[in-house]
């Protein structure tokens, strides 16, 4: 029950920085009103959760409550906009992620100790076996004989990327097109409503970090679609291990918008049951995803595809 | 001519030209036109990603991703060490292979170049290179050279010989280079020239492989830069432009385990991530610093391992936007590294690796915009000296800021793309 409280928490803290994200994007002021519905639909989730995040920032004196009204920014400029997002991002650190985030990071080995980690992060022995119990849930850790934990393979590197890729291009057509898919039609509308409010966002100024979240989500709800348990199960896995840990802040904003777009027509084609046309269309969106930039170039020298052997 | 003039951009097959024509070609396409690339090997998708139509060059060889991976352990293990030569000591070493590869590239690339003209049919061809390829002069429509180099590509007695590194008045090391450039190009220019003769392309004198467009020339070359010139460039033909700075993706700095205020980038290009050993030695002196540093391994992320807490790798970031936010610009002197860090009035430390970077280095230098430092010969004490005077030289800041608004004021790319357009009588 002690960890259903936390993870509720975590998920109106998440949900408070994607409201205060889109409160960037759209250029809000000190004293402009937040409507419950508009959020709800820009965040894909109904209007109890982002009560409960507007009463999560209002007790962090980022938005005002007045009754009958509802809630406003209590706070101007980007920068504090920035600096609150920070916050609730702190807030939310919990020990695995900050531990997940150092392994991504490559602060930290892929081998640890219980020992190790309970000095680096001033923790005690118990919050760090919580933390890797969480983390193994998720298959991120493994626990060796002895005290050893060790990292699985994550998504830190272009090449880890690419891989991840290759696996999804196998796996992700195959999702919509095994027998007994099934869209949940109301969720698909919430998310269609989340990709088009990104796709308003100034030329620019689209946050990297709110596309990968509504990316995973889009992957993860054509996942839970599929009629083939085994290949749900892989890639739910999978892209809870994305979302964790894949960070990609280079994709130019013309690219992230076409991105988008392609996955309204692939809910367009799953929502008309055109599932060999969907699984297509997956396809190309992943090619096009899969492009990879030289890891080096020079004037009179062939680029290098892909990074050396070590 | 098409009401929406077609216009091939063909950058040369590095990240610098070919990122540098994205700048033009945005605002090429905000003015009506329509803008393609022509598109070296490998970088298939570079240009797409920002929303442009790709024409591909076929591979001159055929290579397997092994053989190619050989090549560059091959490049590295024989040029790593020349990169701490000085530029003269280069000129063998580097500067004279090098050209030889360039020739071959262009000798390589006619037939499929003239072949892609021929099917596209430009309205005008922007030429973003070091060299001239027949089948631009051959298209039959006007071609714009972009140098996107330092200034000192473009010769006069009053600036420094192209790639030496000399301050403008050092006459004795300006005639000892020039001769030496002379000496080590000859090679290369031969065959280069015999090569352009076969395509009926005139011969061009020695040390120069590409001659200035008759119609349009663009230099970026900021103002607070720019040489004086014993003989002034025709302003009909050439054009300045104040960097050429392109828009880029948002960038939100990533969240790290310290709260130092200070943001240093550091970004030697996707040749100078290849010596992994020294950014180690870097990240180890960084580690000992209170900023947070975001640093550009490039291909090479999975050769580092225990990253400090004050520091974030990553294998691309969008450059520009990186820039803008940051306290101090670490780079190799590369021409859009150079430009940007001046845009965005940032301070620079320059660690030259080769070729313009040494001009550049040179220049920011002698006009107390940033430092120059040898990229390997010094002592972390040094290091973190010359980094913490950096972020701490608010006189230099000061100066930086009046650069700064001066190129905002006047973005390169919307003058290079007006420059198009007036040139081909879309006015």
């Known amino acids: ?310 | 001519m098409s009401v929406s003039p077609l216009i091939a951009l063909f950058p040369e097959a590095s990240f610098g030209a070919a990122l540098n024509c994205v700048g033009i070609a945005q605002k090429l396409r905000q003015m009506g036109a329509t803008p393609v690339f022509i598109c070296h090997p490998g970088f298939t998708g570079v240009f797409a990603e920002y929303g442009f139509k790709e024409y591909h060059l076929a591979p001159t060889a055929k290579r397997s991703t092994d053989a190619i991976e050989d090549y560059w352990q091959g490049f590295i293990t024989t040029h790593l060490p020349h990169f701490d030569l000085d530029p003269m000591a280069q000129l063998p070493t580097y500067v004279a292979p090098t050209w030889q590869a360039i020739v071959n590239t262009v000798v390589a690339a006619e037939d499929g170049l003239a072949a892609l003209f021929d099917r596209i049919r430009p309205d005008a061809i922007l030429l973003d290179n070091v060299i001239m390829f027949p089948a631009v002069a051959n298209a039959g429509c006007p071609w714009v050279r972009v140098v996107s180099c330092a200034e000192t590509e473009i010769p006069d007695p009053d600036v420094p010989p192209y790639l030496s590194g000399l301050p403008a008045d050092d006459r004795i090391g300006r005639e000892r280079f020039e001769k030496a450039y002379l000496r080590e190009t000859r090679a290369a220019h031969r065959r280069y020239n015999a090569f352009r003769k076969t395509h009926g392309l005139a011969q061009l004198p020695a040390g120069h492989f590409l001659e200035s467009s008759p119609v349009l020339n663009l230099l970026l070359a900021p103002s607070a830069t720019r040489f004086p010139r014993r003989n002034p460039l025709p302003e009909d033909r050439f054009v300045y432009l104040e960097g050429c700075v392109r828009e880029e993706t948002r960038f939100d700095a990533p969240h790290m385990p310290v709260d130092h205020a200070r943001l240093v980038y550091m970004s030697f290009g996707s040749l100078g991530s290849i010596d992994t050993d020294l950014i180690g030695r870097m990240i180890d002196v960084f580690a000992t610093l209170p900023a947070r540093f975001l640093v550009n391994v490039g291909g090479f992320l999975e050769a580092y391992s225990r990253v400090p807490d004050n520091v974030y790798l990553g294998s691309w970031f969008p450059q520009p936007s990186v820039v803008a936010e940051s306290d101090l610009f670490i780079h190799h002197g590369g021409n859009n590294s150079f430009c940007e860090a001046l845009y965005h009035g940032v301070p620079s430390l320059v660690m030259p690796y080769c070729w313009d970077g040494h001009d550049n280095a040179q220049r920011m230098d002698e006009l107390d915009l940033g430092r120059h430092l040898h990229r390997s010969r010094w002592s972390p004490d040094a290091l973190r000296s010359t980094l913490v005077t950096l972020l701490e030289d608010t006189a230099m800041r000061d100066r930086l800021a009046a650069v700064s608004r001066g190129m905002k004021a006047e973005p390169g790319t919307e003058r290079a793309a007006r420059a198009v357009m007036d040139a081909l009588g879309h006015r």
């Open chain 1, 1 to 310: 029950m002690k960890e259903t409280r936390r993870s509720t928490r975590q998920n109106h803290l998440a949900l408070g920085q994607q409201i205060l994200t889109i409160a960037m994007e759209r250029r809000m002021r000190r004293g402009d009103h937040l409507p419950e519905q508009t959020f709800s639909e820009a965040c894909g989730v109904s209007r109890t959760p982002i009560r409960s995040a507007f009463k999560l920032l209002e007790q962090n004196e980022i938005l005002t409550w007045r009754e009958e009204e509802g809630y406003f920014l209590a706070i101007g400029s980007s920068d504090e906009l920035a600096d609150a997002v920070q916050k609730l991002e702190d807030l939310e650190n919990s020990l695995a992620q900050r531990i997940l985030a150092d392994r991504a990071e490559r602060r930290i080995g892929d081998v640890q100790s219980v020992r190790g980690l309970m000095t680096r992060y001033d923790a005690s022995r118990n919050s760090v076996l919580i933390a890797l119990k969480v983390l193994s849930r998720d298959g991120v850790v493994t626990q060796m004989p002895g005290q050893a934990w060790v990292f699985q393979p994550i998504l830190d590197s272009p090449n880890a990327i690419d891989e991840s890729l290759s696996f999804r291009l196998t796996l992700e057509p195959q999702a919509i097109l095994a027998p007994g898919i099934s869209v949940d039609l109301k969720r698909a509308g919430l998310l269609r409503a989340q990709m088009a409010d990104l796709l308003d966002t100034p030329e620019g100024t689209m946050s990297a970090a709110r596309f990968h979240r509504i990316d995973t989500d889009f992957h993860s709800f054509i996942a839970e679609c599929s009629g083939n348990r085994f290949v749900r199960g892989a890639l739910l896995a999978h892209h809870r291990l994305r979302r964790t840990t894949q960070k990609d802040t280079s994709i130019p904003d013309f690219r992230l918008r076409q991105s988008l777009q392609e996955h309204l027509d692939i809910l367009d084609s799953v929502e008309s049951a055109q599932y060999e046309l969907a699984a297509d269309q997956m396809i190309l969106h992943l090619r096009r995803s899969r492009i990879r930039r030289p890891e080096a170039a020079n004037r009179g020298t062939p680029p290098l595809m892909r990074a050396l052997r070590a």
